[in-house]
């Protein structure tokens, strides 16, 4: 009953509060930070219920076992003797030609019955309705999908050329379960009947061929059949279920995921800001009220209980609010990042709102509680005398439940204890940073103190309030930080990767080249009067084991080293280092090599592998092993975009096993006809275009940084709210001392003038802040990940404080010109 | 809790003194102080800046506490009470006028004269709010903010506000003090016409002569002593 009543009268006070207006900017801060939150939390959580509910569409099947060599026959006959279904895949790079065009396409070969989950669709027209479809290419024809249907300007019934055959386009395909992300994701796709593929000739030596066996059937069979499979996989081989499907659409997902949550941390980090700053502001406001309730016979109880229910209704509704935006804008990202998944994206559930809820309570809660405390422990007495002003306050340790709300987050937020604790350390160190420096350039204003009267009083209002400046500079530089980053500084930096690129550097690889291929190569390239590009040879070998011990993707948290684990990768020989090698450990051979059982090692990879000098390792080649020691680790430049490799062996270790050939050379794009003639000498080449996959690299990059810079809005949303939550703090004082200045005779313009001044100084240094951190995390970007000199960008510092001191100056004057509207005499009765 | 034998007597205050410490040195602002207030007495306190006027009348309210004697309003010994008591005591049967009217900005004049009925769970607090307003002449303000009212007009409303509970006891601190002469003089005829209609008891504390004129006793402080019992 008594409950009930508070939370009526709460209601009531709150609707009174509200309508003054003193509660909006908590409400517009908390509103912020759920909506940031959710906004990633309702879009991670569409993909992963498209996970988990439709894994076994994205698979295909319920379980599938892959290979990168031809799977034993027993697998398929134990799947039949179980009565389980089975469908047959490969799968593999190829050109596809068409007339005077070709494209490398992802071509899949299928059996009857794919796919076993799921379904494929296809089209008759180009953009036109789809149907499912009801099998699979009729012999001698391919589906194609749009992409490749566009790219080769196809009609359906045109004939294309795969290797030595020529197909015949019947349908295109729309839609169809286990499509890849990635780099695969973006090479068009060609499904092909199984029994058309021997004709094709493109199943040889270095042909890059996964392997995968669908099965589908009672989910008890299936287990069965897994438990048996599991005792028999070979290196190289492995099995995929819906348990674990799609590890790579997973590990890709979520390291969006934890990016995309780091970045809504940080609105939720000024949100606090704006909610402590705007908190305590209202506890001054409130301590006259609340002397004057306890006066009239309100029970400390009753006042507790009154604003908790206040902020709670308060907190609750500007939660919902935030939802109900993020939940709109969480369809941004999902257009942005959607096409990442291979599958349409379920609606979003419930748990990202109740998360974000519960998030923006404890906001409020951790940021306004102190306050809170203080209001209901103020002395009766006040309503006599105002002296007995604020009760003494919880201090910062007051805020201690505040700032483990937001560690708590981080480190949830970041999945992740290591990452969580360094994103935590380095906001705080990069917050202690920006607020000293904030500090220094506040104390050497002070030299500027005798210069015009608006500045010098501007200038004096920053520095009497040294803390409550320092605290806006260091929130807007963080907003407008994160939007110089994701703009100048991410073009700056692909613009610098770009022009370290050498001109002629080379422009093609050709891959899959065998060995009776190179002399008809040569001649191809010298009848036509263009330098014969270096041949190397390839092997491809899996890395079994090191120093004699077994090497397994299980002994790896690394997921690179996963990876590298699990696949075969390309081994060569040479005599002599290519000229874009550097040894940064042991020797090279040389030309006077004494022993063939040596390897280099490219020092990335041995550092991922944990592969010393002087170790031993032995790799499978095509069934047969072959064991070297570790002689010399290699720096590789790959921005040369030469063939490299990652293990290279002196001549006489490798020449015994099967071989395949690449090569990369500069092809200008006058000369690109020549490519079509290639691919028609050459049908089993794969011509790989450096500018298209870059292409393609740019564009995810673009995608990821939208999606990120359309959540870094909300912090540049937040870091505005510290700036209005600033000025309502210091609001009452700016009243009294801009009446005390017009008593004595100052105008409005003058006092506009030096509040301009203030916010301008305020917009400036957030902005120079700003630009040294943008830099900051521009050199670290550079120097770490693209191994680039990176040079200061002026226009970052120009614009970061020209637009920084005008944003801020003009949202400053709006949020201050009431206080000039206020007739001096009032404000004196009011005080008086 | 105590009763006191005496119905007649509203406020009882036996050796009250007040005593704080700044600094090194011992401050007395009050030293036994004894006096007694009846049923429907209007008495005023009075004496110069620093007599000690606003500390007797904050430890009659019971907003403060004394550090020796008793006050026993209504029977009830008040420094027996807990904070929480003596708020609802207040509430239950104690007004507040104050000089700087002390009205809650966020509210208009209506939810201001509301406010202490809500406080107390009351019914009909909106009809007796708006009753009490237009008695005090403010029927065309009921909507109005205090900072869009005159001075007057806000210590009108906070004359509505301290009657709206009909308390027995109301405790007024310079009512007059931010008011210029005119205003004055009508804002002590209402208050005295309150006082009359609702048989309230009345205590002020003010420097106009004028007022002192008007009530039924006068109390004279002086450095924390009392100085007559004008009876």
Known sequence: ?832 | MVLDASAQTLIRVSALGKQVTTGDAELTILSDVSFEVRAGEAVAIVGVSGSGKSTLLGLLAGLDTPTSGTVRIDGHDLYALDEDGRAALRGKMVGFVFQSFQLLPAMTALENVMLPLELAGAAGAREAARAMLERVGLSERLNHYPKQLSGGEQQRVAIARAFVTRPKLLFADEPTGNLDAATGAQVIDLLFELNRESRTTLLLVTHDEALTQRCNRVLRLAAGRLQNHDL
């Open chain 1, 1 to 832: 009953m008594r409950f009930a009543r508070g939370i009526g009268l709460a209601a009531r006070l709150l609707a009174r509060d509200y309508r003054a207006g003193e509660l909006a900017l908590i409400a517009i801060a908390i509103v912020i930070a759920v909506a940031s939150v959710t906004t990633v939390g309702f879009f991670t959580d569409r993909v992963h219920q498209a996970l988990e509910r439709q894994a076994n569409q994205l698979l295909g099947a319920d379980l599938v076992v892959v290979g990168d060599r031809p799977l034993a026959r027993e697998f398929e006959a134990e799947a039949f003797r179980r009565s389980l279904a089975v469908a047959r895949m490969l799968r593999f790079p190829s050109m596809v030609v068409r007339g005077e065009k070709n494209v490398l396409a992802d071509v899949k070969v299928v059996t009857p019955g794919y796919p076993l989950r799921g379904e494929a669709r296809i089209s008759a027209e180009l953009y036109g309705p789809d149907r499912r479809a009801e099998a699979i290419p009729a012999p001698g024809t391919v589906w194609v999908d749009e992409r490749l249907f566009t790219g080769l300007e196809l009609a359906i019934g045109d004939m294309v050329s795969v290797g030595a055959s020529r197909l015949r386009v019947a349908a295109i395909l729309t839609q169809e379960p286990d499509s890849a992300i990635g780099f695969l994701a973006s090479a068009p796709r060609l499904i092909v009947n199984d029994g058309d593929i021997a004709a094709t000739g493109l199943i040889q030596t270095g042909s890059r061929i996964r392997y995968r066996l669908q099965i589908a059937g009672a989910a008890e069979r299936v287990d069965g059949y897994r438990d048996w499979a599991l005792a028999r996989l070979q290196p190289g081989q492995r099995i995929e279920g819906i348990r674990d499907a799609r590890p790579e659409v997973r590990a890709a997902l979520d390291r969006a995921e934890q990016f995309l949550n780091l970045a809504a941390l940080v609105s939720v980090v000024l949100a606090a800001v704006a909610i402590a700053l705007a908190a305590r502001r209202f506890l001054q406001r409130h301590l006259d009220g609340c002397a004057m309730m306890r006066c009239l016979g309100a029970s400390q109880g009753l006042i507790t209980r009154l604003y908790a229910a206040h902020f709670l209704l308060l907190g609750t509704v500007a939660a919902v609010v935030g939802c109900t935006i993020g939940a709109a804008a969480q369809s941004v990202l999902a257009y942005w990042l959607g096409t990442l998944v291979p599958v349409r994206l379920p609606f979003p559930g419930w748990m990202p709102a109740l998360h974000g809820v519960v998030a923006g309570l404890l906001l409020l809660f951790g940021f306004a509680l102190p306050p809170l405390v203080s209001l209901t422990q103020v002395s009766t007495l006040r309503v006599l005398r105002r002296e007995f002003g604020v009760p003494k306050g919880m201090g910062l340790a007051g805020y201690v439940l505040g700032f483990a709300v937001i560690g708590g987050m981080i480190y949830w937020r970041a999945h992740d204890l290591r990452l969580g604790s360094m994103v935590f350390g380095g906001f705080v160190a990069a917050m202690l940073a920006a607020g000293l420096l904030t500090w220094l350039i506040l104390r050497g204003l002070s030299r500027m103190r005798h210069s015009g009267m608006s500045w010098r009083f501007g200038i004096a209002n920053l520095q009497r309030r040294t803390l409550g400046s320092i605290i806006q500079i260091v929130a807007l530089g963080l907003g407008i930080m994160a939007l110089l980053t994701l703009t100048l500084i991410r073009t700056d930096l692909l613009d610098a990767w770009q022009k370290s690129l050498l001109p002629d550097a080379p422009n093609r690889f050709i891959v899959n080249i065998q060995p009776d291929q190179v002399q008809p190569l040569n001649a191809f390239f010298g009848v036509r009067g263009i330098a014969q590009p270096p041949v190397f040879p390839m092997v491809r070998g899996r890395l079994i084991r090191i120093n004699g011990r077994g090497v397994s993707s299980a002994d790896y948290l690394d997921d690179r080293a996963k990876r590298l684990t699990d696949r075969e990768f390309n081994l060569s020989w040479a005599t002599r280092m290519q000229t874009d090698n550097r040894i940064v450990a042991g020797e090279w051979w040389g030309e006077k090599r004494t022993r063939r059982d040596q390897f280099s090692v490219e020092e990335g990879i041995a550092e991922t592998l944990v592969i010393r000098l002087g170790d031993v390792l032995t790799y499978d080649v095509a069934g047969r092993e072959v064991e070297g020691t570790v002689t010399s680790l290699r720096k590789v430049n790959w921005d040369t975009f030469n063939v490299n490799f990652f293990v290279v062996a002196p001549p006489g270790l490798l020449e015994t096993y099967p071989v395949s050939y690449i090569t990369s050379f500069h092809l200008p794009p006058r000369n690109a006809e020549l490519l079509n003639t290639l691919v028609k000498a050459f049908p089993n080449f794969l011509l790989i275009d450096v500018a298209q996959v870059m292409g393609q690299v740019q564009r995810i990059m673009d995608q990821v940084a939208r999606a990120v810079q359309f959540v870094f809005l909300f912090t540049v949303l937040a870091g505005l709210t510290v700036l209005y939550a600033a000025i309502a703090a210091t609001q009452d004082e700016r009243l009294y001392q801009a009446t005390i200045m017009r008593t004595l005779g100052a105008n409005r313009q003058q006092l506009a003038r030096a509040n301009l001044a203030e916010f301008a100084a305020i917009g400036a240094l957030a902005g120079l802040i700003a630009a040294a951190g943008a830099n900051a995390l521009g050199s670290v970007l550079a120097a770490r990940i693209l191994n680039l000199a990176y040079s200061f960008n002026l226009s970052v510092w120009v614009i970061g404080v020209i637009a920084g001191a005008l944003g801020i100056a003009a949202a400053g004057h709006f949020g201050t010109r009431q206080v000039l509207k206020v007739a001096p005499l009032k404000v004196l009765r009011q005080i008086g």
